[in-house]
């Protein structure tokens, strides 16, 4: 089984102000990563996935996340984030293969508000 | 369509009565997952499709919570006697085979 806890629930930060949302996760097996981004009264919406190789993504809007194998972590990272940006990020891995590798597990979303 | 759309957007309920909750998945996506989300709880997996498999019903929390999809396409999430905890909002997402899901708006139960 596989388990993703988001260290925040809640993160404030001003205008243009660097931010990190931390992910760290459990797995008994190798995992797919990726992160999801809820705008107020929307579903969700990819943001970027870890499959394989380089262990940097990049996603839409300025995000991007590093995979860190020996910390079990997948921390999300944006250098100067704008009022848009605000909106309930969320974590999530899957098995990579077996047979269970379709379900998603996710973690219970860290609130971002951008302020001016 | 071009996504994935579920109806109806808000539902109010009455403790006891029984909800339906539709789901029209992406044309051609052979997956189908539903997925509760309740305040502060994240994303809780109810129950997953694909294609003309057994589904996987191993997130459903209770014998009150049923669903079905008919025809490879529109699925329906039945939840009957609902009760105040069952208040949530019913996501829906579609794939093809195990990629990338796409989630509708979901359906906003509240349950009286």
């Known amino acids: 089984a596989q388990s993703v806890t988001q260290l925040d629930s809640q993160v404030p930060v001003f205008e243009e102000a660097p931010v990190e949302l931390r992910c760290n996760y459990s797995s008994s097996v190798s995992v797919y990563l990726f992160w999801y981004v809820q705008y107020p009264n929307q579903g969700l919406q990819l943001l970027l996935k870890?499959?394989?190789?380089?262990?940097l993504v990049k996603g839409i809007n300025g995000f991007e996340a590093e995979f860190n194998k020996s910390q079990t972590s997948f921390h999300l990272r944006k250098p100067s984030v704008h009022i848009s940006d605000t909106a309930e990020y969320f974590c999530?891995?899957?098995?990579?293969?077996?047979?269970?590798?379709?379900?998603?597990?996710f973690g219970k979303g860290t609130l971002l508000t951008v302020n001016p | 369509g071009a996504g994935v759309s579920q109806s109806p957007s808000n539902k109010v309920t009455e403790k006891g009565k029984d909800v339906e909750l539709r789901c029209d998945p992406i044309s051609g996506h052979t997956a189908l997952y539903w997925y509760r989300q309740s305040l502060g709880q994240g994303l809780e997996f109810l129950i997953y499709f694909q294609g003309n498999s057994a589904p996987d019903k191993s997130g459903l929390p209770s014998d009150r919570f049923s669903a079905e999809r008919t025809g490879g396409s529109v699925s329906t999430l039945t939840i009957q006697r609902t009760q105040q905890e069952d208040s949530a909002v019913y996501l829906c997402?579609?794939?093809f085979g195990p990629g990338e899901l796409f989630f509708g708006e979901g359906s906003r139960l509240t349950v009286l």
């Open positions: 997402a579609s794939s």
């Open positions: 999530a891995v899957r098995p990579n293969s077996g047979g269970s590798n379709y379900k998603l597990t």
């Open positions: 870890y499959l394989s190789g380089s262990t």
